[in-house]
T-cell receptor, first 112, second 117 residues
Framework: GQQLNQSPQSMFIQEGEDVSMNCTSS?????WLWYKQDPGEGPVLLIA?????ELTSNGRLTAQFGITRKDSFLNISASIPSDVGIYFC????????????FGEGTQLTVNP | DVKVTQSSRYLVKRTGEKVFLECVQD?????MFWYRQDPGLGLRLIYF???????EKGDIPEGYSVSREKKERFSLILESASTNQTSMYLC????????????????FGPGTRLTVL
């Protein structure tokens, strides 16, 4: 199965900085999702995007569904220590509920 | 809240052993999934199931099998564990293939970290 290309692989930032990460694919997706995984836990859904061009916010998080349907980005503003974790993008080509393709993950470290 | 539970958080097995990883969800979800997570590779789908007694291969099914005898339970089986199956295993579930929206996306369990010696 095709992997999504997620970048950067890791980020080391200071508390208060803004963060940006993105996912790209050579194929079109109908849905883009962003998950966060805290250390020792399973991933938790942060934002779901269902329409090309859609821009959605969840608190300090903002994500966009690329207009070409082949990419998505996630921004975190004013980072705090609890933002530490691994962020995954995921895309779906088919109907609702069908299988997802995940990116490789972005490991975020926030220094207080 | 949806709850997806996995039978063990940590497991250590020996090469050649038969290993069972159990996953249970309590929200009557139709779909269940098994992934493995390895550094730099993200989550890779092993098997999934859309209904009781139904299973479909994911991207990396070799060396694994699954069982779904009841709607709420999805088991991953390593017939003869090998060291390259040392990994974090994540189970997920979702409501239905027919529904759209954030509450129909996959919910994950806490994971089982399996070490094969």
């Amino acid at each position: 199965g095709q992997q999504l290309n997620q970048s950067p692989q890791s980020m080391f930032i200071q508390e208060g900085e803004d963060v940006s990460m993105n996912c790209t694919s050579s194929s079109i997706f109908n849905t883009w999702l962003w998950y966060k995984q805290d250390p020792g836990e399973g991933p938790v859904l942060l934002i779901a995007l269902y329409k090309a061009g859609e821009l959605t916010s969840n608190g300090r998080l903002t994500a966009q569904f690329g207009i070409t349907r082949k990419d998505s980005f996630l921004n975190i503003s004013a980072s705090i220590p609890s933002d530490v974790g691994i962020y995954f993008c995921a895309g779906r080509r088919g109907t609702s509920g069908s299988r997802l393709t995940f990116g490789e993950g972005t490991q975020l470290t926030v220094n207080p | 809240d949806v709850k997806v539970t996995q039978s063990s958080r940590y497991l250590v097995k020996r090469t050649g052993e038969k290993v069972f990883l159990e996953c249970v969800q309590d929200m009557d979800h139709e779909n269940m999934f098994w992934y493995r997570q390895d550094p730099g590779l993200g989550l890779r789908l092993i098997y999934f199931s859309y209904d009781v007694k139904m299973k479909e291969k994911g991207d990396i099914p070799e060396g694994y099998s699954v069982s779904r005898e009841k709607k709420e339970r999805f088991s991953l089986i390593l017939e003869s564990a090998s060291t390259n199956q040392t990994s974090m295993y994540l189970c997920a579930s979702s409501k239905s293939v027919l529904l759209a929206g954030g509450d129909n996306e996959q919910f994950f369990g806490p994971g089982t970290r399996l070490t094969v010696l």
